[in-house]
């Protein structure tokens, strides 16, 4: 089974910008959810992937992700995923011994900025970043499949 340990947290101050790459556009979208799992269609850049992730609320969770063709992705993306779509930027920026993604959101959740770092183990050590503040990993508002239903302008 795969796992994915990933903590979750609100930026604070812009000075991840100085450290962080050129990004990457995003485009999501979720289909197919129950209660177990979710089914998300992603286009990161010129590269499209299936997704499926279990909808443990926390730090672990189960997630398959496999590629598919663009075109089908983008096909997907318009017909069969719920809207609106998820829209983010992901910048990567190095701090210490760990790559953190930042997720600049546009779209319907424009504003919302997360900070993400994917773990080895769930015991795994990291120090945090002056520009990341509180954690939101166990804030379900927070998961992309939530922004859909309750975009982050509507709060």
């Known amino acids: 089974m795969a796992n994915e340990i990933e903590h979750k947290y609100l930026i604070i101050n812009d000075d991840w910008k100085a450290h962080a790459d050129d990004g990457i556009q995003i485009i999501?979208?979720?289909m197919g959810s129950n209660e177990k799992s979710s089914i998300r269609i992603r286009i990161n850049g010129d590269k499209a992937n299936l997704n499926i992730k279990s909808k443990t609320i926390g730090i672990k969770r189960?997630?398959?992700?496999?590629?598919?063709?663009?075109?089908?992705?983008?096909?997907?993306l318009e017909i069969l995923c719920d809207k609106p779509l998820i829209e983010k930027t992901r910048y990567h920026v190095k701090h210490e011994n760990h790559t953190w993604e930042i997720d600049v959101f546009a779209g319907d959740n424009e504003g919302l900025i997360i900070a993400e770092i994917e773990l080895d183990t769930t015991d795994e050590t990291f120090n945090l970043p002056d520009w990341a503040g509180e954690e939101v990993s166990n804030d379900p508002r927070y998961y992309n499949i939530c922004l859909v239903t309750h975009p982050f302008k509507q709060w």
């Not at 189960?62 to 997907?76: F, G, H, N, T």
Request: hydrophobic residues 20%; glycine residues 6%; aromatic residues 16%.
């Open 62 to 76: 189960s997630e398959y992700d496999y590629k598919i063709p663009l075109e089908e992705a983008k096909e997907m």
């Open 28 to 30: 999501q979208g979720y």
